[in-house]
C-alpha cells in the first residue's frame, strides 16, 4: 500500500512540475513576443509556434504521467492488469461512443500543430466553407482540444477543434489591407485618383508607418460603380497582422485629404455614408 501512495505523490510532484516549468516557458515566450510587439516589429513565427508546442507538451506530459502511474499502483497494490483487459475493452468500446468528440477534437488538434495552420498570436477567421465572414479574433490559447479567440470586443470565443471548417489566417507572412473609398460620380475622378496617390505615397514615406509598409501602396482605379457615386479601391501590403491599424490611417488620411482638395462625398440617400469626416 505505502509503495501505491508514493507513486501517487510522486506523479502529483511531477504534473506540478510540468504545470510550473510550461507556465514559466510561455511566460518567457510572452516576454520575447511583447518586446518585438513593442519595438514595432512582428512577433515571430518561431516564437508563436513555441507557445503553442509548449501547451500540447505539458497536456501530453501530464496524460503520460497518468496513464504510466495508473499502471505501476495496480501492479504494485496486486491486481492483475490481465484481468482488468475485459472490463476495460468494454469500457473502452463505451467511451469510444460517448468521447468520439473528444477524439476528433484531438486529431484535429494534432494536425493543427503538424501543419502550422496557425499558432498563438495569430488573426483569424472561423467561418464556414464558402463564406467570406465568421468570428475573427486573436488566437489565445491553442491546444489539442480547443482554440480560443478573442474578439476585438473583448469576447473569448471557445472553438472545438474539430468543428474548425475553414479557418482564414490574418497574419500569415504578410497581410492586405484594402480600402474602397466612395466618391460622389459628379466629382473629377482624375483628381481624386491623384489625391489619393499623394495620399499614400506620403504615409509609406513616413518614418511612423514606412516600417509597417510592403513596398508601395496602390490606388487599384474605380472598384464599383453605383447610384450617385463610384468606389476607388487602397491596397497596401503590410506585415502580418498589421493591415488593420494600417487601413485605419489610410482611411483618416484619405478622408481629411479628400475634404481639402473640396472633394464632395456621397449623398447619405444615395449610398449610405455620411460625408468624410
Given amino acids: 500500500m505505502l509503495p501505491a501512495i508514493v507513486l501517487l505523490l510522486g506523479a502529483g510532484l511531477v504534473v506540478r512540475f510540468a504545470h510550473w516549468s510550461g507556465q514559466r516557458r510561455r511566460r518567457w515566450i510572452d516576454i520575447q513576443i511583447r518586446r518585438q510587439i513593442e519595438s514595432g516589429a512582428v512577433a515571430s513565427e518561431a516564437l508563436k509556434r513555441s507557445r503553442a508546442i509548449s501547451e500540447a507538451v505539458e497536456w501530453s506530459a501530464v496524460a503520460l504521467t497518468y496513464f504510466v502511474v ?45 501543419e502550422h495552420q496557425f499558432a498563438f498570436g495569430d488573426v483569424i477567421r472561423l467561418s464556414t466553407p464558402g463564406q467570406t465572414t465568421g468570428i475573427t479574433g486573436t ?19 471557445v472553438v472545438p477543434n474539430s468543428a474548425l471548417r475553414q479557418v482564414t ?18 466629382e473629377d475622378l482624375e483628381l481624386v485618383t491623384r489625391t489619393l496617390k499623394d495620399v499614400v505615397e506620403a504615409m509609406a514615406d513616413d518614418p511612423a508607418w514606412s516600417g509597417l509598409i510592403l513596398g508601395d501602396p496602390v490606388v487599384a482605379g474605380v472598384e464599383s460603380i453605383d447610384v450617385g457615386y463610384v ?9 502580418p497582422g498589421r493591415q488593420f491599424e494600417v487601413a485605419r490611417e489610410i482611411r483618416l488620411r484619405a478622408s481629411i485629404a479628400l475634404r481639402s482638395a473640396g472633394i464632395a462625398s456621397p449623398a447619405v440617400g444615395a449610398s449610405g455614408f455620411g460625408g468624410y469626416p
Fill in 70 to 114: 495508473a499502471i505501476l499502483v495496480f501492479d504494485r497494490l496486486g491486481i492483475p492488469l490481465t484481468t482488468l483487459v475485459a472490463p476495460a475493452t468494454v469500457i473502452g468500446i463505451g467511451l469510444g461512443f460517448g468521447a468520439q468528440q473528444m477524439v476528433g477534437d484531438l486529431l484535429a488538434g494534432f494536425f493543427l500543430f503538424a
Fill in 139 to 157: 488566437v489565445e490559447e491553442l491546444t489539442l482540444r480547443v482554440t480560443k479567440l478573442r474578439t476585438q470586443q473583448g469576447e473569448l470565443v
Fill in 169 to 186: 489566417n490574418l497574419s500569415k507572412d504578410w497581410s492586405r489591407a484594402v480600402i474602397d473609398i466612395p466618391v460622389a460620380v459628379t
Fill in 231 to 239: 468606389q476607388l479601391r487602397l491596397i497596401a501590403r503590410t506585415l
